[in-house]
């Protein structure tokens, strides 16, 4: 469908193959009329950024609630679990009013403030990894004269490399193909690829053709990050099985 002309896709079955290979005029003009190089990279900013911070404050967050003990633990934790039962979209008219209120609305500050946080599937899925690591390499660092930080920074954080790359994979496949988050705060002045892509579908008309097109166009860079982390997704996939 993407190396269709729009005569040939409306006059031929989905299954015929194009009369040319060659044809990148849609994708031309996805990316001219649509933005989506823009769009590709905003979505690329907004998922580093955000990952990065949440698996830095997922990783302590765990550490703590799973190594130390201290008042007030179980109410975090049953703060913490009591989170999976609250649908996301009854809060969302408090958050709106919070991140307008901060100014943020129409900012990709906003996007990546909402993705950033902890959530009780990434702390379960390091408390996972935390229980496979052994207390006493900890009390032997302590010994050594390590800080708690340098302990969870040299020791903790290297061993909990499979599990921070299953976060990665759940959230950022979850993140890239998010619509909801990005239509609501950033629809004017910027776009990530699912409101880009949102945009061709018309009210009396849609051009399939383009819309195939700028869906290859978003799996590439899924491709390219498989490549390059395949090794890391299949040991993480691999300890997952174990686990």
Not at 186 to 198: D, G, I, P
């Amino acid at each position: 469908m993407a190396f269709k002309t729009g005569v040939e896709y409306s006059s031929t079955s989905v299954l015929t193959p194009p009369q040319n290979w060659f044809n990148f005029y849609n994708f031309g003009y996805a990316i001219r009329v649509g933005k989506l190089g823009r769009a590709l990279f905003n979505t690329a900013v907004i998922l580093v950024i955000s990952l990065s911070v949440q698996l830095i404050l997922t990783t302590m967050v765990s550490y703590v609630l799973h190594r130390f003990e201290f008042k007030g633990k179980k109410i975090i934790s049953v703060l913490f679990t009591m989170t999976m039962f609250i649908p996301v979209v009854t809060t969302q008219t408090v958050v709106f009013q919070i991140i307008y209120r901060m100014g943020l609305v129409n900012k990709m500050p906003s996007v990546i403030l909402l993705y950033s946080g902890v959530n009780i599937v990434g702390i379960y899925i390091m408390f996972n990894q935390l229980d496979a690591i052994p207390k006493e390499l900890d009390e032997s660092a302590l010994i050594d004269g390590a800080s708690y930080f340098m302990i969870y920074r040299s020791i903790i954080l290297p061993l909990m490399k499979p599990a921070c790359t299953t976060l990665l994979i759940i959230n950022g496949i979850g993140y890239y193909n998010d619509f909801y988050i990005p239509n609501l705060y950033l629809r004017k002045n910027v776009q990530t690829f699912t409101v880009a892509l949102h945009k061709f579908y018309g009210n009396t008309a849609t051009p399939f053709e383009i819309v195939a097109a700028a869906i290859l166009l978003g799996i590439i860079p899924i491709i390219v990050v498989f490549l390059f982390l395949q090794k890391q997704i299949f040991h993480s996939l691999t300890g997952a099985v174990k686990a």
